[in-house]
């Protein structure tokens, strides 16, 4: 029998449930775990009372938790609505590790050996019903919610199911779009100017966090000379840069003041004072290692050459040339560019400087009626005497360069384009996915398109996208010749990116969707099957665990307790990306984890 209940009371309980109902399921963290008052509400109305004690529960901590339980007075049908599960956070999270974590690194992926089976209580029995989760994907979700809400200071939480069986593409979506995104962002400015500034390799005697201001920027020297002033433990050294630019002997100077340089900086209205102030202007970093503040990698270059009378001399000077060429293209490092990136003309910067040619014809013709004023300090003695450029100027320098780029980079026989050595005066003949790149700058003919579809695409298509080199380009490896990073079988977002969008500009929609689905499952299958990782590079030739690459520093985004906060930037932006490639039928056999020989053999139309 029902225990009565007066009008009253009934309406307030359908305005909690009403509440409640309307709570999203997949709220960013800081919502979902942060606010306790709607965990509350979200658990009073979906609470019964039960003649039995709980089981794994404090019956007090609980009421405490969520209130006074309402009386029950109709059935709940959980086959009818997601469940929810009323879970112990601490309790919860050392039984799932004990359990599944058999490799003990606070991660739970197809390489542990538990059961993959794991009990949680239901918040409609209080948590005296039991319901199984099963499969490394549920599993590992599981324990990431735990991390975050144990993050949040959560003791007890009622867990939608629906977080913990998201379609995984979907999921991942929501994370980069509403918290990798977030978590990737910095700003430097007073909040945070001493632990930013802190270097871990400052080997100095006294380190002290210091921070270097351009002479150009004096309101920022003011700023955080307020702050030194201000605040005498902080230790905080500011500098201004030098007057024209660092000198050689400045520079070595350095080594014995490390420090870090002032970022831009905006103005705002204190909220607490009324007052103008200033704020570190967002960034995002990569992520993993790299936290600094990057365009397509590292411009961080060697701080000095070493001084001496060696008859090497010269050798070595070429070698730091080479290097800091290596570092500068972003493919640091490739046996493409090794002891000979500085003497290379190379396709994709060449690819890269035709699209600026092109752009800022297009810009000047379109925006300023093809008359762009040039202040007097930044003239050139090609526009000095009339004072403005025109896009005709521009449009002839890509020309130039594509002709340039016929006459010297495209190779008729092989369909393809490769680098010139300038030294040598001959084209190179390393095989690499930036050939492509000169069909997503438009510098390829039709014609030298159609040839780059059919004879190079074949060369560097692979299980997983596009590899950066072919593995005879690379040639052999071994203990005294080892893997690069931007070799073969190695793949990176932005060569898959550019791939894509150059073939769509071309008409080649079929190869740019499977090369987009093949590069998204792979993310997506690490994604599923090892704990949520997004990380820097793929080996793109393993079926089962593409991210684990041994080149070099290894990879960045994996190395993570519980949960992953942030991805890995490029990686993040192809997945989003990519998605807009891909039809509906696509993006469902992907949230259902299907290969695409699969798919394709699925969907091939019969004739």
């Given at each position: 029998m029902s225990v009565p209940v007066d009008e009253h009371s009934l309406c307030a309980h359908r305005r909690r449930s009403s509440r409640s109902s309307d709570a999203d399921p997949f709220s960013e963290p800081d919502i979902y775990y942060g606010q306790e008052e709607h965990l509350k509400q979200h658990a009073q109305a979906h609470r019964r009372t039960l003649s039995s004690s709980l089981k794994r529960f404090d019956l007090t901590d609980l009421r405490d938790f969520i209130g006074n339980v309402p009386s029950r007075r109709t059935s709940h049908d959980e086959r009818v609505q997601s469940r929810k599960f009323l879970i112990d956070v601490d309790a919860t999270l050392e039984t799932l590790l004990e359990r599944e974590d058999t490799d003990h690194n606070v991660q739970i992926t197809i390489d542990d050996q538990g059961p993959k089976v794991f009990a949680v209580g239901t918040a409609a029995s209080n948590g005296y019903n039991r319901f199984d989760l099963r499969g490394t994907y549920m599993i590992s979700n599981l324990l990431q919610e735990l991390t975050l809400a144990?993050?949040?200071?959560?003791?007890h939480i009622i867990l939608d199911e629906q977080r913990l069986n998201e379609n995984p593409v979907a999921r991942l979506s929501r994370l980069i779009k509403k918290c990798y995104w977030n978590a990737l962002t910095r700003r430097i400015d007073g909040s945070n100017i001493v632990a930013v500034a802190e270097d871990p390799k400052d080997w100095t005697a006294d380190p002290v966090p210091r921070i270097y201001v351009p002479p150009g920027a004096p309101e920022q020297y003011e700023y955080y000379k307020r702050i030194a002033d201000a605040q005498p433990e902080l230790r905080l050294d500011v500098q201004y840069l030098p007057e024209g630019g660092p000198t050689a002997e400045y520079v070595k100077d350095l080594n014995e003041k490390p420090g870090l340089l002032a970022l831009a900086m905006e103005e705002y209205i204190d909220a607490n004072t009324g007052m103008k102030d200033l704020r570190g202007v967002p960034f995002v970093v990569p992520g993993g290692r790299f936290n600094e503040f990057y365009g397509w990698d590292s411009y961080m270059e060697s701080l000095g050459l070493f001084v001496s009378d060696r008859v090497d001399l010269a050798r070595l000077d070429d070698y730091f040339l080479h290097d800091r060429a290596v570092r500068e293209s972003g493919h640091d490092t490739s046996y493409r560019l090794e002891k000979v990136c500085a003497n290379l003309a190379t396709v994709d910067l060449n690819s890269l400087l035709y699209k600026y040619e092109v752009d800022i014809a297009r810009t000047i013709r379109d925006f300023f009626g093809d008359k762009l004023s040039i202040p007097t300090e930044f003239r050139t003695p090609q526009n000095a005497e009339h004072g403005f450029e025109s896009s005709a100027v521009w449009d002839r320098r890509a020309r130039r360069r594509k002709a340039a780029m016929d006459k010297y980079l495209w190779d008729?026989?092989?369909?393809?384009?490769?680098?010139?050595?300038?030294?040598e005066q001959e084209r190179t003949d390393y095989e690499s996915a930036t050939t492509f790149w000169t069909m997503w700058a438009g510098v390829a003919s039709p014609y030298q398109a159609s040839r780059l579809v059919n004879e190079a695409l074949p060369k560097f298509e692979v299980y997983g996208g596009l590899v950066s080199g072919t593995e005879k380009s690379r040639g052999p490896i071994g203990l005294d010749r080892p893997n690069r990073q931007w070799d073969y079988p190695y793949g990176w977002a932005p060569q898959q990116m550019l791939a894509w969008s150059g073939l769509i500009r071309y008409g080649y929609q079929d190869e740019a969707e499977r090369l987009a689905y093949k590069w998204l499952y792979m993310i997506i299958k690490a994604f599923v099957?090892?704990?949520?990782?997004?990380?820097?590079?793929?080996?793109?030739?393993?079926?089962i665990d593409p991210h684990k690459v041994e080149a070099e520093y290894g990879n960045q985004g994996g190395d993570f307790k519980g949960v992953s906060r942030e991805g890995f930037g490029w990686v993040n932006a192809s997945f989003v990306y990519g998605l807009e490639f891909l039809n509906a039928h696509m993006r469902r056999a992907l949230g259902a984890c299907t290969p695409y020989e699969t798919f394709s053999k699925a969907t091939a139309v019969q004739y």
């Amino acid at each position: 029998m029902s225990v009565p209940v007066d009008e009253h009371s009934l309406c307030a309980h359908r305005r909690r449930s009403s509440r409640s109902s309307d709570a999203d399921p997949f709220s960013e963290p800081d919502i979902y775990y942060g606010q306790e008052e709607h965990l509350k509400q979200h658990a009073q109305a979906h609470r019964r009372t039960l003649s039995s004690s709980l089981k794994r529960f404090d019956l007090t901590d609980l009421r405490d938790f969520i209130g006074n339980v309402p009386s029950r007075r109709t059935s709940h049908d959980e086959r009818v609505q997601s469940r929810k599960f009323l879970i112990d956070v601490d309790a919860t999270l050392e039984t799932l590790l004990e359990r599944e974590d058999t490799d003990h690194n606070v991660q739970i992926t197809i390489d542990d050996q538990g059961p993959k089976v794991f009990a949680v209580g239901t918040a409609a029995s209080n948590g005296y019903n039991r319901f199984d989760l099963r499969g490394t994907y549920m599993i590992s979700n599981l324990l990431q919610e735990l991390t975050l809400a144990k993050d949040y200071g959560r003791k007890h939480i009622i867990l939608d199911e629906q977080r913990l069986n998201e379609n995984p593409v979907a999921r991942l979506s929501r994370l980069i779009k509403k918290c990798y995104w977030n978590a990737l962002t910095r700003r430097i400015d007073g909040s945070n100017i001493v632990a930013v500034a802190e270097d871990p390799k400052d080997w100095t005697a006294d380190p002290v966090p210091r921070i270097y201001v351009p002479p150009g920027a004096p309101e920022q020297y003011e700023y955080y000379k307020r702050i030194a002033d201000a605040q005498p433990e902080l230790r905080l050294d500011v500098q201004y840069l030098p007057e024209g630019g660092p000198t050689a002997e400045y520079v070595k100077d350095l080594n014995e003041k490390p420090g870090l340089l002032a970022l831009a900086m905006e103005e705002y209205i204190d909220a607490n004072t009324g007052m103008k102030d200033l704020r570190g202007v967002p960034f995002v970093v990569p992520g993993g290692r790299f936290n600094e503040f990057y365009g397509w990698d590292s411009y961080m270059e060697s701080l000095g050459l070493f001084v001496s009378d060696r008859v090497d001399l010269a050798r070595l000077d070429d070698y730091f040339l080479h290097d800091r060429a290596v570092r500068e293209s972003g493919h640091d490092t490739s046996y493409r560019l090794e002891k000979v990136c500085a003497n290379l003309a190379t396709v994709d910067l060449n690819s890269l400087l035709y699209k600026y040619e092109v752009d800022i014809a297009r810009t000047i013709r379109d925006f300023f009626g093809d008359k762009l004023s040039i202040p007097t300090e930044f003239r050139t003695p090609q526009n000095a005497e009339h004072g403005f450029e025109s896009s005709a100027v521009w449009d002839r320098r890509a020309r130039r360069r594509k002709a340039a780029m016929d006459k010297y980079l495209w190779d008729e026989g092989k369909g393809t384009y490769f680098d010139y050595n300038t030294v040598e005066q001959e084209r190179t003949d390393y095989e690499s996915a930036t050939t492509f790149w000169t069909m997503w700058a438009g510098v390829a003919s039709p014609y030298q398109a159609s040839r780059l579809v059919n004879e190079a695409l074949p060369k560097f298509e692979v299980y997983g996208g596009l590899v950066s080199g072919t593995e005879k380009s690379r040639g052999p490896i071994g203990l005294d010749r080892p893997n690069r990073q931007w070799d073969y079988p190695y793949g990176w977002a932005p060569q898959q990116m550019l791939a894509w969008s150059g073939l769509i500009r071309y008409g080649y929609q079929d190869e740019a969707e499977r090369l987009a689905y093949k590069w998204l499952y792979m993310i997506i299958k690490a994604f599923v099957d090892f704990n949520g990782a997004v990380v820097e590079k793929y080996d793109v030739t393993r079926p089962i665990d593409p991210h684990k690459v041994e080149a070099e520093y290894g990879n960045q985004g994996g190395d993570f307790k519980g949960v992953s906060r942030e991805g890995f930037g490029w990686v993040n932006a192809s997945f989003v990306y990519g998605l807009e490639f891909l039809n509906a039928h696509m993006r469902r056999a992907l949230g259902a984890c299907t290969p695409y020989e699969t798919f394709s053999k699925a969907t091939a139309v019969q004739y």
